[in-house]
C-alpha cells in the first residue's frame, strides 16, 4: 500500500546543488528505512544514501560523504535528498526506495520493498 513519488531532478553545473525529495502515502509500518540510489547509463543501480524514518541512523556511499545528506519532514511524510557540491560522475537517474523489514543490508537494492519512479540529475563540466 506505500507510494513513493520523486521530484527534483534536473540540469545543474559542476559545484551547485540540487534537492530530490520522495513523498510517502499509504500506511507504512512502526520501523522503515528509506534510500537512495542512483544508475548511470551502462552501469549497475548503486547505493547512495539511506536513513531510518526516525533520523536516528544515516548512511552514505563513499563517494557522496560530506557532500550528500538527508533531510526530512515528518509532517509532509517526505524525505530528500540534499546534493552539495556536485561531480560531472554524479550525473544518473535517481531512485529512492522504501525497505519495509530492514535485515540490516542497506547498501542493496534487494533490500527494498518499494521503488519510485526515478528522476534524472546532470551535472554538467
Known amino acids: 500500500q506505500v507510494q513513493l513519488v520523486e521530484s527534483g531532478g534536473g540540469l545543474v553545473q559542476a559545484g551547485g546543488s540540487l534537492r530530490l525529495s520522495c513523498t510517502v502515502s499509504?500506511?507504512?509500518?512502526?520501523?522503515?528505512?528509506m534510500g537512495w540510489f542512483r544508475q548511470a547509463p551502462g552501469k549497475e543501480r548503486e547505493f547512495v544514501a539511506a536513513?531510518?524514518?526516525?533520523?536516528?541512523?544515516?548512511y552514505y556511499a563513499d563517494a557522496v560523504k560530506g557532500r550528500f545528506t538527508i533531510p526530512r519532514d515528518i509532517a509532509k511524510n517526505t524525505v530528500y535528498l540534499q546534493m552539495n557540491s556536485l561531480k560531472p560522475e554524479d550525473t544518473a537517474v535517481y531512485y529512492c526506495?522504501?525497505?519495509?523489514?530492514?535485515?540490516?543490508?542497506?547498501?542493496?537494492?534487494?533490500?527494498?520493498?518499494?521503488w519510485g519512479q526515478g528522476t534524472q540529475v546532470t551535472v554538467s563540466s
Open positions: 526506495a522504501a525497505d519495509l523489514k530492514y535485515t540490516g543490508s542497506y547498501y542493496s537494492t534487494g533490500e527494498y520493498d518499494i
Open positions: 499509504g500506511r507504512t509500518f512502526s520501523r522503515y528505512v
Open positions: 536513513i531510518n524514518w526516525s533520523g536516528t541512523n544515516t
